[in-house]
């Protein structure tokens, strides 16, 4: 069945530290979505990608898509504290249908040293 | 951003009863929602999809006369665990898809088996 490896799994820095998380699919994908989970908390949508290649930002967080659909990247600049969560990936996979679902990866714990 | 909203937020109940949770699509309506169970410092595992007005899909390995989902209308999907174990202790979240196929979590509930 379709597998999504994010790395890494644990990324501790200073705050003002760049971050970046990676997320690689073993199927091609028709979108790919990023959440973050604080910690007790939930998973927040933070954005979705559906072209070939497409970056967006989000302030100091920039989201790409690779060329071949099949990865992306959550790159964080100048760390805050408040960035702390765990960072997921989901991506999907049109099956043709209506009946489809996001496959997450495993996160990676973003925590940060004031 | 939509609201989706899950109750009871925490439940303590002892072994061999059934507890039902509840998930709602507050300013939207939602054909599919999700079931996902996630133990501590992991990722996501979905158990099951959602459809209004039909049997819930489930992945391998969660049993379906154990967690019994009803999608009554198209804002209101309930998990119902059948004679809880401890085992079955967990933190249940629940998201609901809108039309632009974004999923919304609801806050989780933290499911106690004594």
């Known amino acids: 069945g379709q597998q999504v490896m994010q790395i890494p799994q644990y990324q501790h820095v200073q705050e003002g530290e760049d971050f970046t998380t990676y997320c690689n699919s073993s199927?091609?994908?028709?979108?790919i979505q990023w959440y973050k989970q604080r910690p007790g908390g939930h998973p927040v949508f933070l954005i979705q990608?559906?072209?070939?290649?497409e970056v967006k930002k989000q302030k100091r967080l920039t989201f790409q898509f690779g060329e071949a659909k099949k990865n992306s990247s959550l790159h964080i600049t100048a760390t805050q504290t408040t960035d702390v969560g765990t960072y997921f990936c989901?991506?999907?996979?049109?099956?043709?249908?209506?009946?489809?679902?996001?496959?997450f990866g495993k996160g990676t714990l973003l925590t940060v040293n004031p | 951003g939509a609201v989706v909203s899950q109750h009871p937020s925490r439940v303590i109940c002892k072994s061999g009863t059934s507890v039902k949770i509840e998930c709602r699509s507050l300013d939207f309506q939602a054909t599919t929602m999700f079931w996902y169970r996630q133990f501590p410092k992991q990722s996501l595992m979905l158990m099951a999809t959602s459809n209004e007005g039909s049997k819930a899909t489930y992945e391998q390995g969660v049993e379906k006369d154990k967690f019994l989902i009803n999608h009554a209308s198209l804002t209101l999907s309930t998990l119902t665990v059948t004679s809880a174990h401890p085992e079955d202790s967990s933190f249940y979240i629940c998201?609901?898809?809108?039309?632009?196929?974004?999923?919304?979590f609801g806050p989780g509930t933290r499911l106690t088996v004594l």
């Open positions: 199927t091609t994908l028709s979108n």
């Open positions: 990608l559906v072209k070939s290649g």
């Open positions: 998201s609901a898809r809108d039309f632009a196929d974004t999923q919304y």
């Open positions: 989901a991506g999907r996979v049109n099956s043709g249908g209506s009946n489809y679902k996001l496959t």
